[in-house]
């Protein structure tokens, strides 16, 4: 792989990269965290405080790493990455629950992490962090997949074995849902 260019990499599925990973190279893993690291920051930066965000997307890509020895392909990467970061932030919110902290962090711990963030623009962000910690986990998900990780309809209702239109039904009743928690 070494000697491969950028854009035969690029090319080279998730699944050919993870049987590179497990046949000792390295670098195979380098271009799976190349791939998903934006998708997975910016999942975790929709649902934990934005102290915690790289922490914990940090945690995740220690998680893969450690397991990806192990991941048979049952399901496609992308899947089962997602199911890993769903539960490495539920793992957050245990941990940060035993500990009796907050699970919102106070705007002035965080006003000097998000440079030209007004303090409503995080005010908001808390609340919209808030509103989504209360949704069913499928409005939550649907959200998620769709704003979070940008994928397009036709992509999240074959990730989760629905049709087009009842996918799009979810999103509009997760919608729904998250501006009536938003309105309380």
């Given at each position: 792989m070494e000697n491969i260019s950028k854009s035969v990499i690029q090319e080279i599925s998730d699944d050919a990269l993870i049987a590179e990973f497990k046949g000792g190279n390295e670098q195979a893993f380098d271009e799976l965290y190349r791939r998903h690291l934006l998708s997975v920051y910016k999942r975790?930066?929709?649902?934990?405080?934005?102290?915690?965000?790289?922490?914990?997307?940090?945690?995740?890509?220690?998680?893969?790493?450690?397991?990806l020895s192990t991941f048979r392909g049952d399901s496609q990467f992308g899947t089962w990455l997602r199911t890993l970061t769903n539960y490495k932030v539920a793992e957050f919110y245990r941990k940060r629950t035993r500990k009796r902290e907050p699970l919102v962090v106070p705007l002035s711990e965080i006003s000097g992490r998000m440079e030209g963030a007004t303090?409503?623009?995080?005010?908001?962000?808390?609340?919209l962090q808030s509103a989504l910690q209360k949704l069913p986990e499928n409005y939550r998900e649907i959200i998620l997949l769709r704003l979070a990780e940008d994928l397009q309809f036709n992509e999240i209702a074959e990730i989760t074995n629905q049709n087009l239109e009842a996918t799009k039904s979810l999103f509009r009743r997760a919608i729904t849902a998250l501006r009536n928690q938003l309105d309380e």
């Open positions: 975790v930066r929709y649902v934990i405080p934005e102290n915690d965000v790289e922490d914990v997307t940090q945690e995740i890509f220690i998680a893969v790493l450690k397991s303090p409503k623009m995080l005010e908001e962000r808390i609340f």
